[in-house]
């Protein structure tokens, strides 16, 4: 199985910096797609930045300028650096590897246990 774990969240000031990592462990064949979403209070779970091995991106437009999503292919981690952050990004932030855990196996979403993110003065 394939284990997804994250950390680095925490309370922040309006404006201020904080850096989200996630490592994917256990058995894996191929991890491909890594990538963070969020879920405030009240509503849907929504993507905030999406990476693939061969490096290209996708930000939603509430993180474009602010957010930089990076990967490590070998070790199978990903991090989200966030700068500019705002109150309305206060929510609990997903990381989410999509891959396999052996050859034949299928490819599913693996999801971890979310970390808070707090933005308040």
């Known amino acids: 199985q394939v284990q997804v774990v994250e950390s680095g969240g925490g309370l922040v000031q309006p404006g201020g910096s904080l850096r989200l990592s996630c490592a994917a462990s256990?058995?894996?064949?191929?991890?491909?797609?890594m990538g963070w979403y969020r879920q405030a209070p009240g509503k849907q779970r929504e993507l905030v930045a999406v990476?693939?091995?061969?490096?290209?991106?996708t930000y939603a437009d509430s993180a474009k300028g602010r957010f930089t999503i990076s990967r490590d292919n070998a070790a199978n981690t990903v991090s989200l650096q966030m700068n500019s952050l705002k109150p309305e990004d206060t929510a609990v932030y997903y990381c989410?590897?999509?891959?396999?855990?052996?050859?034949?196996?299928?490819?599913?979403?693996?999801w971890g246990q979310g970390t808070q993110v707090t933005v308040s003065s």
């Open positions: 989410k590897a999509v891959g396999k855990a052996g050859r034949w196996s299928p490819l599913r979403d693996y």
């Open positions: 256990g058995t894996i064949f191929s991890i491909e797609p």
């Open positions: 990476i693939i091995s061969g490096g290209s991106t």
